[in-house]
C-alpha cells in the first residue's frame, strides 16, 4: 500500500476495507449519536464503493446510545445494567445507520459476537460464510461485540481487537481505526506539547518499545496499546492498519487521497 520513498497509500491495493469506529468518534458532546458524522461516513462509504471497495463497518457505541435514551442509568455501574444499556442502545445505533445510510442507498446489517465465536471453527466459518454473502449482495456488515451477553472471560475485550480478528477472516487490505486523536505519537500529546506523530510504522517491535505507556489515560493505557496490538495481529497477514481522527470531515478518502495523514503501520 506505499510507494518506494513516499507515503502515499497505493489504492489499487486497497479493495477490502474495515472502517472501525470508536465511541468518541461516533457520539457528540452530549453522548447522542453524531448524526453528522454517520452523514459523512455513509458519503465515504458511498464514495468507495464507487471506486470499488468493498467495505466493513466495527461500530463502538451501543452502551453510550444506550445512556443518550435512558439518562437515568447512566451512573449505575451494575454489570446487569451496563448490559441492558447496550441491549437498548445497539438498537437506536442500528436504526441510526439503516435511516442514514439508507438515504445514500446502501443497506446494512448487523452482526454481534463473542470470543467464542472466533474461538470455534465452525462459528468462525459461518461468520466469513454470511459476511462474504453480504458483501456479494452490496450489503454493508456493522460488526459490534455482543456485550449483552458477554461477561469478561467471554469478551474479545476492545473493538480494535474485534476488527483485527475480522480483518484477518476476511483477508482485508487495510484496517482503519478512526479514532479521536490524528494517529499515533512518541508521547501522550495530551500532556507533551514536543509528541510528534508518527506517520509511518514499519517496525512494530521497535515502536511498542519506545511509545510512552507511563500515562494513565488512554493513551498509556489503552488507547494506543490495543491499536499497536491490532496492528501486530493483521499486518502478517498482508493487511496495513491506518489510525486517524475520525471526526475529521472525509478522512478515509482524503488519506487515499494522500490529501491527509494519520499513522500507518505497513504489512
Not at 446489517?109 to 461468520?127: C, V
Not at 454493508?140 to 449483552?148: L, M, V
Not at 475480522?166 to 483477508?171: C, E, F, K, P, Q
Not at 489503552?222 to 492498519?241: C, E, Q, R, S
Amino acid at each position: 500500500m506505499e510507494k518506494e520513498d513516499t507515503h502515499i497509500i497505493d489504492e489499487d491495493l486497497c479493495k477490502k476495507i474495515i472502517i472501525k469506529i470508536g465511541s468518541s468518534t461516533l457520539t457528540s458532546e452530549d453522548g447522542t449519536i453524531d448524526k453528522k458524522f454517520m452523514k459523512n461516513l455513509a458519503e465515504q462509504i458511498e464514495e468507495l464503493r464507487k471506486r470499488g471497495k468493498s467495505v466493513i463497518i466495527v461500530s463502538s457505541g451501543a452502551r453510550i446510545a444506550g445512556v443518550g435514551i435512558l439518562e437515568k442509568w447512566s451512573r449505575k455501574e451494575d454489570i446487569h445494567y451496563k448490559q441492558a444499556l447496550c441491549a437498548i442502545g445497539q438498537v437506536e445505533l442500528m436504526d441510526s445507520y439503516r435511516k442514514i445510510f439508507g438515504e445514500h442507498g446502501i443497506h446494512v446489517a448487523q452482526i454481534l459476537l463473542t470470543k467464542e465465536d472466533f474461538g470455534s471453527p465452525d462459528r468462525t466459518l459461518n461468520i466469513r460464510n454470511t459476511i462474504f454473502t453480504l458483501i456479494d449482495e452490496g450489503v454493508i456488515p456493522i460488526i459490534n461485540e455482543n456485550d449483552t451477553v458477554c461477561v469478561e472471560e467471554m469478551q474479545i475485550g476492545d473493538n480494535d481487537m474485534l476488527a483485527a480478528h475480522t480483518a484477518v477472516l476476511w483477508g482485508a487490505d487495510a484496517l482503519f481505526l478512526l479514532s479521536d486523536v490524528d494517529g499515533v505519537y512518541d508521547k501522550n500529546p495530551t500532556e507533551h506539547k514536543d509528541a510528534k506523530m508518527i506517520e509511518v510504522i514499519r517496525d512494530i517491535e521497535k515502536i511498542e518499545k519506545e511509545i510512552s505507556t507511563e500515562s494513565k489515560s488512554s493513551f498509556g493505557t489503552g488507547g494506543m496499546v490495543t491499536k499497536i496490538k491490532a496492528a501486530k495481529k493483521i499486518t502478517p497477514y498482508g493487511a496495513n492498519l491506518i489510525v486517524a481522527k475520525g471526526k475529521k470531515e472525509n478522512i478515509i478518502i482524503d488519506i487515499l487521497d494522500n490529501k491527509e495523514k494519520g499513522t500507518i503501520f505497513l504489512a
